[in-house]
């Protein structure tokens, strides 16, 4: 007889879920409820979830208040008020994508295996890239923008030597990757994995044309051969833009790879009104775009495009198991498009974008981006009509970054310990209000500049009554520092 109890298994998925649309989605997205339900130091909720693992199973009543616990402990990403990230919100859509792919649960290598996700992945990739401005092209799902990023490291290197893929480093010269100093972790990240080494990622002014040429010149003279220029559209802390065309100018000159980490910012290609923020996109050897962020598709959804039209992807990446990849099967082989990837088991996470642009359309998806420009307008706006609020700069995105300066420090810049103790003032804040619930915010130095507050704005949940209340709140926890 086989293990699995189907009616017992659906009767306990069906209550299972009612509590998921109970706690998660109905009171999780309730600005009436808290962000954080009730903060608990570690080792109490390790003691409250009881997650040790024991010989024997437990009953259905028992697994479904478990299933209740982790969904009240658990920070609601949904809620309007949850600032911290650049997830947050949901799409019902989107989110029946994401049931659906985890109960079909298939591999996204071959058509055999997933016949309906190789088509639809390979729709959603002409789509994106279509509005990176190319006709044609290849691309695939990462596991997130950090992968894509070095995918494309990986491919630029290939492209240039295609030996290494058998030989490895030995008798490759030294290689540098050009990137700005608030790009993102992982372009240094993949110089480590992909032996280039940090110190061979050169940071360079994305405004100083003269000290990049300069840097291209010393590479060269040092021997190093520069063989990619990272650029980033929609930095993580600013929400900062590259000028693109000026960047593919350097790079068709020198014949370098350009790559667009947009992983945060790719999703202004939407909308008619903010595209002009990537313009020269279409310049570019390749793409990472992450539509789990402003688009809201849901963790995680994250596409890297190409240009290219010779199979590099596969040509850089494939090992040709024949297990899998058999080459005398019955349909076009070319659908096996696994080899792609340097995984073997790859996730679908296509259906969930794809479902979600089917209900609103390209149109609504761009609503949603010109949206969030509009919240980001009214937010700056009210700051700027309140004592306290200090912007780091005028934001060129939806990253709203700002010092919140308490009455005891105010006309006070001068003081010798004014910037330890604005330093202290975030901090301090954010602890009120994780372990008072009402709303998550992020902070974080940069460079030379203390600690400052990073307010994402984009959620299609947020309205104009969470924004005043997120300043109402800034202002309660922060007044008496």
Known sequence: E??????????????????????????????????CHEWKEPEELAELLDLELREGGEGQQKLLQRVRDVAKYSIKTSHPRFFNQQFAGVDYHALAGRFLTETLNTNLFTYEVAPVFVLMEMEVLRGLRQLVGWTEGDGIFCPGGS???????????????????????????????????????????????????????????????????????????????????????????KGAF????????????????????????????????????????????????????????????????????????????????????????????????????????????????????????????????????VHVRYLVEQMK??????????????????????????GKEGNADYQDRLAKVAPTIKERMMKQGTMMVGYQPLGNKVNFFRVIVFSPLVSQKDLDFFLNEIERLGDDL
């Not at 009616?7 to 409820?33: H, S």
């Not at 940071?203 to 003269?210: A, L, R, S, T, Y």
């Not at 000159?253 to 910012?265: E, I, Q, S, T």
């Not at 039209?309 to 596969?314: A, M, Q, R, V, W």
Request: aromatic letters at 10%; charged letters at 20%; hydrophobic letters at 40%.
């Open 2 to 35: 086989p293990l699995i109890d189907h009616a017992e298994g659906q009767l306990f998925l069906t209550q299972a879920f009612n509590i998921i649309v109970e706690e998660v989605l109905c009171k999780g997205t309730d600005v009436k409820q808290k962000v």
């Open 147 to 237: 992968t894509s990023n070095i995918y494309a490291m990986n491919l630029a290197r290939y492209q240039l030597f295609p030996e290494v893929k058998s030989q490895g480093l030995y008798g490759l010269p030294r290689l540098a990757i050009f990137s700005s100093p608030e790009s993102h972790y992982s372009v240094k990240k993949g110089a480590a994995l992909l032996g280039i080494g940090t110190d061979n990622v050169i940071m360079v002014k994305v405004d100083d044309g003269e000290s990049k040429l300069c840097s291209l010149s010393v590479c060269f003279f040092q021997g190093a051969v520069p063989f990619l220029v990272s650029c980033t559209s929609g930095t993580t802390v």
């Open 242 to 373: 590259d000028p693109l065309d000026r960047i593919a100018d350097v790079c068709d000159k020198h014949k370098l790879w350009m790559h667009v980490d947009a992983a945060w910012g790719g999703s202004v290609l939407f909308s008619k009104q903010h595209r002009h923020l990537m313009k020269g996109a279409d310049r570019a050897n390749s793409v990472a775009w992450n539509p789990h962020k402003m688009l809201v598709a849901g963790l995680q959804c994250s596409a890297l495009l190409l240009k290219d039209t010779t199979n590099l992807l596969k040509r850089c990446h494939s090992a040709n198991a024949t297990y899998l990849f058999q080459q005398d099967k019955f349909y076009d082989v070319n659908l096996d498009i696994g080899d792609k990837s340097v995984q073997c088991s790859r996730k679908v996470d296509c259906l969930k974008l794809w479902l979600m642009w089917k209900a609103v359309g390209s149109s609504g998806l761009a609503e949603r981006v010109d949206k969030a420009f």
């Open 385 to 410: 009509k309140r004592d306290g609020f200090h912007l780091l700069r005028e934001p060129e995105f939806v990253n709203v970054c700002f010092w919140f300066i308490p009455p005891s420090l105010r």
